[in-house]
C-alpha cells in the first residue's frame, strides 16, 4: 500500500479517537480493516503502535498527497462518526476542521471550469449515441435510429 493510501488510514483511524474514547463498533471497524487491507509488516507495526496512542490528525493530513485519498479521508471521517449511532459535538467539530483543511488545498474555480467542459462533451451526440459494442449489428443500428429520431435532443448547453 503505497504512503498516502496507509497515512489515509491512520488518519481514519485515529478519528475514532477524537471523542475521547474508542467504542465497540469502532473498534471492531479498526480490526476488520487492519485483516481485511494489504499493510506491510512495518505498516502494521505502526497502526498497532498507533493505536496505543493516538497520532495527530494534523500531522497526517500532510502525509496525505493523493487529492483523491484526501477526499476518501473526509468521506470516511463522516461515516465513522455515525458508527455508533451517536456524532458527538467534538466529531461534528473536527469533521468541519478537517473538511476545511483539505479545501485549502483545491481550486475550487479551476476544478468547477473542469467539471463544466467534461459536463459539456458528454452532450455531443457522439458521445450520446456512442456504439460500445463495435460488433454489434443490433447496437449500432439502434444507436442509429436513436440519432435519426431525436436530433436536435443533444445540442449544447446555452
Partial sequence: ?????????????SFCFIDGFLTAE??????????????SDNQLTTLKRD????????????????PADRGFLINHIRILSKIDNEVSQAEKVEIE??????MLKVNLPQ???LIAEDEKASY???EVYK???????????????????????????E
Fill in 1 to 13: 500500500m503505497d504512503e498516502s493510501k496507509f497515512n489515509l488510514w491512520r488518519a481514519c483511524f
Fill in 26 to 39: 469502532e473498534e471492531a471497524w479498526i480490526y476488520s480493516k487492519i485483516d481485511s487491507l494489504k499493510f
Fill in 51 to 66: 493505536l496505543k496512542n493516538s497520532p495527530d490528525i494534523d500531522n497526517l493530513l500532510p502525509l496525505i498527497t493523493k
Fill in 97 to 102: 476542521r478537517i473538511y476545511n483543511l483539505v
Fill in 111 to 113: 476544478l468547477s471550469s
Fill in 124 to 126: 455531443h451526440e457522439d
Fill in 131 to 157: 456504439v460500445n459494442n463495435k460488433h454489434s449489428f443490433i447496437e449500432k443500428l439502434l444507436r442509429g435510429l436513436q440519432k435519426i429520431m431525436n436530433p436536435g435532443d443533444y445540442k449544447f448547453p
